[in-house]
T-cell receptor, first 116, second 114 residues
Framework: AQKITQTQPGMFVQEKEAVTLDCTYD???????LFWYKQPSSGEMIFLIY????DQQNATEGRYSLNFQKARKSANLVISASQLGDSAMYFC?????????????WGAGTKLIIKP | DGGITQSPKYLFRKEGQNVTLSCEQN?????MYWYRQDPGQGLRLIYY???????QKGDIAEGYSVSREKKESFPLTVTSAQKNPTAFYLC?????????????FGQGTRLTVV
């Protein structure tokens, strides 16, 4: 069963507009973590933001914020005031414990293109 | 500077050859991972290692092998048994004991069969 779902394969957004990238997850582990990574065309994976399952407040890092709705199992990434450099693939990932080991489960990604 | 180094950046393999991708980290991380990424797709786990001299298969381990003789190093061998090895390979590491620590990634190796 899919554990991380990113329903938007691709998005076009006008520069300076806000962007919301969707991510839903499924886990039975009560103590999990959710991550967002950016992958530009060069290929490296850049960590953006983290949300722990017990965190009371939504995570924020500069222009990035996480709209964490635990009951809905949703962890959407919000990018405010988008820039041309935000064009990239974006991946949602979840860390959970499986067989006493930490595993990162990845979504399929969303390709974001910022239009000038 | 601490980080993860993958080499080479580009690698070409002939049919039937084994090739080894290097991954070195100086972050003192216990856990290391190898992922495969096909064009337009997400990451799929090949192998991971939580401690030295121990590793586990991921979702797509067939045709691959690894070793973890040193904490800093986690090389991946793509064997001739891997029928479709052309892909982008990413190595990552994380601090096993801290659940909210992000995984750090190398720059990746792009493998092409010629």
């Amino acid at each position: 069963a899919q554990k991380i779902t990113q329903t938007q394969p691709g998005m076009f957004v006008q520069e300076k507009e806000a962007v919301t990238l969707d991510c839903t997850y499924d886990t039975s582990d009560p103590s999990y973590g959710l991550f967002w990574y950016k992958q530009p065309s060069s290929g490296e994976m850049i960590f953006l933001i983290y949300q722990g399952s017990y965190d009371q407040q939504n995570a924020t890092e500069g222009r990035y914020s996480l709209n964490f709705q635990k009951a809905r199992k949703s962890a959407n990434l919000v990018i405010s005031a988008s820039q041309l450099g935000d064009s990239a693939m974006y991946f949602c990932a979840m860390r959970e414990v499986m067989d006493s080991n930490y595993q990162l489960i990845w979504g399929a990604g969303t390709k974001l293109i910022i239009k000038p | 500077d601490g980080g993860i180094t993958q080499s080479p950046k580009y690698l070409f393999r002939k049919e039937g050859q084994n090739v080894t991708l290097s991954c070195e980290q100086n972050l003192n991380h216990d856990a290391m991972y190898w992922y495969r990424q096909d064009p337009g797709q997400g990451l799929r786990l090949i192998y991971y290692s939580q401690i030295v001299n121990d590793f586990q298969k991921g979702d797509i381990a067939e045709g691959y092998s690894v070793s973890r003789e040193k904490k800093e190093s986690f090389p991946l061998t793509v064997t001739s048994a891997q029928k479709n090895p052309t892909a982008f390979y990413l190595c990552a590491s994380s601090d096993r004991g801290v659940k909210n620590t992000e995984a750090f990634f190398g720059q990746g190796t792009r493998l092409t069969v010629v």
